[in-house]
């Protein structure tokens, strides 16, 4: 079974460990039962971006949205709202800076799906120098 305390550690510790990452917050969780729960965190990474992870659990079924912002403004994002049917990865996909609407290679699991957005955010952060 998961818990809250199991996933939010989970996700607060891959943010903590991660050298991109300078400082990261819980900012909400709600417990509506042991089977059913949301957390917000926040970490604060270079050029004065964010990520916030935002996770709801019901079940065994977890959505997920993962965003870069920068003073509020979203700039990249990842989740698995089920829209955009007619992506190969549905319900999985990827907002970018640009407006598009992409696949995206992420299942719900914060162990590999949060490893895998820093780095896009790292390469992206990279190529989006100030």
């Known amino acids: 079974m998961t818990s809250l ?3 939010l550690g989970t996700a607060t510790a891959i ?7 300078k400082e990261t917050a819980i900012i909400e969780t709600k417990e509506f039962s042991p089977n059913q729960f949301f957390f917000k965190i926040r970490a604060e ?11 709801y659990f019901n079940a065994d079924h977890i959505d997920y949205a ?9 700039l990249l994002r990842w989740d ?21 609407i992409l696949p995206s290679p ?16 790292e390469k ?6 100030n």
């Open 106 to 121: 992420l299942s719900g699991n914060l162990q590999t799906d949060i490893p895998f957005v820093l780095q896009e955010i």
């Open 15 to 21: 943010l903590q460990a991660h050298p991109l990452c």
């Open 80 to 100: 698995n709202k089920e829209e955009f049917r007619e992506l190969k990865t549905y319900p999985h996909h990827c907002h970018d800076d640009k407006g598009n």
């Open 124 to 129: 992206y952060l990279e190529e989006n120098k």
């Open 5 to 7: 305390p199991a996933l």
């Open 66 to 74: 993962y965003q870069l912002f920068s003073l509020n403004a979203p």
């Open 45 to 55: 990474l270079p050029q004065e971006r964010q990520l916030q992870v935002r996770i």
